[in-house]
């Protein structure tokens, strides 16, 4: 994988970190949070085809009412091996692993990341996690869903709960290392003049990642712990038959899983950010709001973890707390919404392929955001506990949002990290396609759940079958939309006109002081910086009129 | 929104942070003190564990506990001398611990608030 | 670039070693806060399972050997003092005196981790390790440990199980003397596995730490004797003190939850 990447983009003499030294040891031994970067992005691009290919076959198996394609156990270990791989092995590590790693430190003006070695300790951890989970697959699959709920998965499944518990041990602690090095990083290495209000959004946004990282990744870890020692070793813990309480492991459970998928989506929220104001050309609207919504939605993300247990045991009262919290979480991310939308109006809007994936977001996100306010009330949530209805709004939150959100950042980062510009057609025309198949695939879902489809069954009432077929027609476009990714991204390697320095042109050390791509110690000399983020105002027309409209026609050669 | 003028890092670097040694060395004396102390209260502790105090038993060990806790994290691990930072991620820590605690116990607690119905039983 | 700054001991990407050393050391709080949520899913489980089953806690708390138990809190206590002196030793540069306190930490360590043995080896000779072989035989437990002034009747295991109960009794022992009286017991045997699993769980855990630590200490060690440290670079030392500081406050906290009440 290595040495391609290396020696594409040298062509110019420039010394960069792809090019100074080209050996697969350079590689695998490297201290760059850069090429550390790249590492994590070829190993989540690998997971989520692994992960997409249980997708597919679940949808193919909900063609047909009957179930005919799967047996009931194989379908089982589909889904939970989609969703182990896909929330473990590609959604936590995609915002800090890749971008995070990529961009953080040149955001900051930083030479790498405060703690090299664990960086690299990290991906190498996250392999290890990620080879468990695949030996688990590969030994015969687990069949506990993601969620590894007791007394199933500690006492009676016959799958290899023992494999995929390990590996998603393992893998919290790469995140939990790379949570800690952003965490010193931002605070002791940014460049002088960068107080904390003039740092990017993304900054932002991975600190108060990195902060739910580090105290809740440590909880499942221990609560893996703890299945194992169950399940291997005969300690009673959570075995109803001694008196153990299924409902203390939902608690410790979901104490790390709800705050996971803020985890998962506060990088995106950054790129967002990002986004929105370059192609916007235009100053964030409220910055400092944008930047506290996001700390507030790793604090109180904390407090709301008991409305995934509205039907469980927990005490009804317990439930109104929750519930309420769970209410008051809509409004930092509200804020966020409404602050992108205002950033919008009377923008000078550019329509390059981050911002539409930025525009995808926005609307799927909202749809997402609001239906999780019908679950968090704990009435409708009894209806809608368990159906197709979370499925949906599940997704709508997380590829509607995280992955059009990553799309997005990384086609926005792609020219920085690569050198190379992609196509901008196919690019524009790939976002439509995964924008309109991830709606035919999930918006039937809704229905279906609130029809009453319960979630994780393979065979259902034939008068379901409609909307099934729609949602897995939609699949197939979506899971299209994806393998263009993979034609076209690292094609552009190869055949990518050469980026310039700042092509969009943005803001931010990144694109204005970094060359693309950087040097192997990112700046020459430590930059200084001396005005606020996203000050697009003081970029006059100019630079938009000269750079993006001339750098269209070029492209479009290459299409 | 760079400046290319400053080009060595020292000119960027406010003075205050440039002497390379200002760590707190505490006398050796103050660590002695310290030991006395924990000796003390693992006396005391369970000294009072021995009595029976009803509820204020877990009460009173806790309490000793996170006394002896945080004159180990004060002195020991030299928090008293840290930056406001450090403070923030040892509190944080124990924060959350405490928000976890709390919210958990809040279903434990309150769950025989209603009756289970005699069905059920 | 920052030539004028360069010291053998400074990594590329720091300016000072000033600012390398802060970093360090935020870079272990923040992991000892991580460390706090990792042994917090424990104390959540131990206080959850004692909130519902108080007796069968007091009870399984009562077989726990005391005497080990407080002889291991002053044995770490005493290694806490001798990491805080090995840090001393660093701060002012004097290399034998790293040496000298830390081989006396790894002693201390080693002791406390001798003296679980002999505390889980007694477990499994009184068949309290839970699994299959479970058994809670009340008068062997006694005959060697014993801070309780009563007897509990003998009893088999399974016949007496109970339904487990959600009630919320008080949390003193008391209930537990007024039924013992009428020769029953007041609490559900099979609740002892969930006290002894939590007792494995979290005592292990902390071994486990203990283990690492003693592990890190031949790292230091080989540091030290090759004169690695000086007053303006002692970070490995500074950072595995915290850690071994953190691990004496666990065990502060496991000492009375486990073994007083």
């Known amino acids: 994988m290595s040495d391609s990447d290396a020696s594409s983009p040298s062509a110019a003499p420039a010394r960069n970190y792809l090019n100074f030294a080209t050996t697969a040891k350079s590689w695998l031994l490297t201290l760059d949070h850069k090429r550390i970067g790249l590492l994590y992005l070829i190993s989540i691009a690998f997971f989520f085809l692994v992960g997409g290919f249980g997708a597919s076959l679940v949808r193919l198996e909900l063609l047909t009412p009957d179930g005919n394609l799967l047996s009931a156990e194989s379908y089982n270990k589909m889904f939970t091996m989609h969703g182990v791989i896909m929330i473990f092995f590609f959604l936590i590590p995609a915002g800090p692993g890749v971008l995070g790693n990529f961009v953080l430190p040149l955001m900051i003006g930083a030479k790498d990341v405060a703690f090299p070695r664990l960086n690299l300790a990290s991906w190498y951890v996250y392999m290890t996690g990620a080879s468990f989970g695949v030996a688990a697959l590969i030994l015969g699959g687990v069949d506990t869903g993601w969620t590894f709920y007791t007394p199933y998965s500690s006492t009676y499944a016959n799958s290899q709960v023992i494999l995929t518990g390990l590996g998603a041990f393992i893998a919290g602690f790469a995140s939990i290392l790379t949570g800690l090095n952003f965490i010193v990083t931002i605070h002791k290495l940014r460049a002088p003049g960068l107080s904390w209000f003039r740092m990017p959004l993304f900054v932002w946004a991975m600190y108060a990642t990195s902060i739910v990282v580090m105290l809740g990744t440590p909880v499942i870890a221990i609560t893996l712990v703890l299945i194992l020692l169950e399940r291997g070793l005969g300690l009673a813990i959570f075995d109803p038959a001694l008196g153990g309480d299924p409902v203390l492991f939902q608690h410790l459970f979901w104490f790390y899983s709800h705050p996971a998928v803020y985890i998962m989506i506060l990088p995106g929220f950054g790129i967002i950010s990002e986004l929105i104001s370059c192609f916007s050309r235009k100053r964030i609207f409220g910055y400092g709001f944008v930047a506290f919504s996001s700390m507030a939605i790793a604090l109180i993300g904390f407090f709301v973890w008991g409305h995934h247990m509205f039907v469980s045991s927990q005490s009804v009262y317990a439930g109104l707390i929750f519930s309420f919290l769970s209410f008051l979480i809509a409004v930092p991310t509200a804020v966020k919404i409404f602050n992108w939308t205002a950033t919008l109006y009377k923008g000078a809007i550019v329509f390059r392929t981050p911002m539409i994936y930025a525009l995808g977001f926005l609307g799927l996100f909202l749809i997402g955001g609001l239906t999780g306010l019908f679950l968090s009330s704990m009435g409708l949530d009894v209806h809608l506990h368990d159906t197709y209805f979370v499925v949906a709004h599940f997704h709508y939150v997380m590829v509607g949002g995280m992955v059009m959100a990553f799309l997005g950042g990384l086609h926005f980062w792609w020219p920085k990290m690569t050198g190379r510009m992609y196509f901008q057609g196919w690019a524009i025309v790939t976002a439509i396609v995964i924008f309109v198949g991830f709606n035919l695939t999930f918006f039937p879902q809704f229905l279906l759940g609130y029809l009453g489809m319960p979630r994780r069954y393979h065979v259902y009432p034939s008068e379901f079958q409609i909307l099934h077929v729609l949602s897995s027609a939609g699949a197939s476009i979506l899971g299209g939309g994806f393998l263009m990714l993979y034609i076209y991204l690292p094609l552009s390697l190869f055949i990518g006109r050469k980026a310039p320095r700042n092509p969009w042109p943005a803001t931010g050390l990144e694109w204005e002081v970094a060359e693309s791509p950087p040097s192997p110690h990112n700046f020459e000399t430590t930059p200084v910086v001396t005005e606020e983020a996203y000050n697009y105002a003081h970029k006059d027309h100019a630079f938009f009129e000269q750079d993006i409209v001339d750098i269209l026609p070029e492209e479009d050669e290459n299409v | ?121 | 670039m920052s030539d004028a700054h360069s010291s053998p001991y400074l990594h590329h990407h720091f300016d000072t070693l000033e600012q390398q050393r802060q970093a360090s050391s935020l870079g272990m709080w923040v992991f000892i806060a991580q460390e706090i949520m990792f042994f917090g899913g424990l104390f959540l489980a131990y206080t959850y399972y004692r909130a519902l089953y108080p007796e069968a806690f007091a009870v399984g708390s009562s077989l726990l050997s005391l005497g080990w138990g407080g002889f291991n809190t002053v044995v770490l206590i005493c290694s806490s003092l001798t990491v805080a002196l090995s840090v001393h030793a660093a701060q002012v540069g004097n290399k034998n005196g790293i040496m000298r306190y830390i081989v006396a930490t790894m002693f201390l360590g080693v002791i406390f981790l001798g003296v679980k043995y002999i505390e889980y080896h007694a477990k499994f000779d009184h068949n309290l390790v839970p699994g299959r072989n479970f058994q809670f035989e009340p008068h062997d437990a006694h005959a060697h440990t014993a801070p309780v002034e009563f007897e509990l009747p003998a009893l088999v295991a399974s016949a007496q199980a109970q339904v487990p109960q959600m009630a919320m009794p008080a949390m003193d022992g008391e209930a537990l003397h007024a039924e013992e009286e009428h020769g029953e017991l007041s609490f559900d045997p099979r609740h002892l596995q969930i006290f002894f699993s939590l007792y494995f769980a979290m005592t292990g855990m902390h071994a486990l730490h203990m283990i690492i630590g003693i592990g890190l200490m031949f790292w230091l060690l080989r540091l030290a004797g090759t004169n690695r440290f000086a007053p303006e670079y002692y970070t490995p030392v500074e950072l595995f003190g915290l850690y071994w500081h953190f691990v004496d406050i666990i065990w502060i906290f496991l000492f009375p939850l486990l073994y007083l009440i």
Do not use: Q
């Not at chain 2, 102390?37 to 009595?51: E, G, H």
């Not at chain 2, 450090?86 to 209603?114: E, F, H």
């Open chain 2, 1 to 121: 929104m760079t400046d290319p003028s400053v080009d060595t890092v020292a000119e960027a670097i406010p003075a205050e942070s440039a002497p390379l040694i200002n760590h707190h060395i505490s006398p050796v004396t103050l660590y002695y003190k310290i030991f006395g102390l924990l000796m003390i209260l693992t006396v005391i502790t369970v000294a009072i564990a021995r009595v029976d105090l009803g509820f204020m038993n877990i009460v009173m060990a806790v309490t000793i506990a996170t006394l002896k806790a945080t004159v180990v994290a004060l002195f020991f691990m030299h928090l008293k001398y840290s930056a406001k930072v450090t403070w923030v991620a040892a509190a944080a820590g124990a924060i959350w611990l405490c928000v976890m605690l709390a919210l958990t116990l809040a279903d434990v607690l309150s769950r025989t608030w209603i009756p289970t119905p005699e069905a059920w039983l």
